[in-house]
């Protein structure tokens, strides 16, 4: 069982940044590969991006160059750091691990955490 745990979402001004935090905790498991995902009202929860286990990183081309996605080990922390926001971008971000990860996409797995609201003002 792993247990995912996101902060840092909040209110920003079109153009600002946000960095989020994906703390993962569990007595057997480690962290793995890692997806950000978001859902916006009325709207489908989508994949952002992914991270692997080794640091290796994949985007979603409307993100490309805004968002980076970092991760700090010895922590258990996944990172989203996204700049250059934009008003679409507002939505509840979730974290996502034990799936699987490949070069162009990510396969989402069983864990869950609980989403932070991040809303871009116009």
């Known amino acids: 069982q792993m247990h995912l745990a996101e902060s840092g979402g909040g209110l920003v001004q079109a153009g600002g940044s946000l960095r989020l935090s994906c703390v993962g905790s569990?007595?057997?498991?480690?962290?793995?590969?890692v997806g950000w995902f978001r859902q916006a009202p009325g709207e489908q929860r989508a994949l952002v991006g992914s991270i692997n286990s080794r640091g290796g990183t994949n985007y979603v081309d409307s993100v490309k160059g805004r968002f980076t996605i970092s991760r700090d080990n010895t922590k258990s922390t996944v990172y989203l750091q996204m700049d250059s926001l934009k008003p679409e971008d507002t939505a509840v971000y979730y974290c996502?691990?034990?799936?699987?990860?490949?070069?162009?996409?990510?396969?989402?797995?069983?864990?869950w955490g609980q989403g932070t609201q991040v809303t871009v003002s116009s």
């Open positions: 569990s007595r057997t498991l480690g962290l793995g590969a």
């Open positions: 996502n691990s034990g799936g699987t990860w490949l070069s162009t996409e990510y396969d989402e797995g069983a864990y």
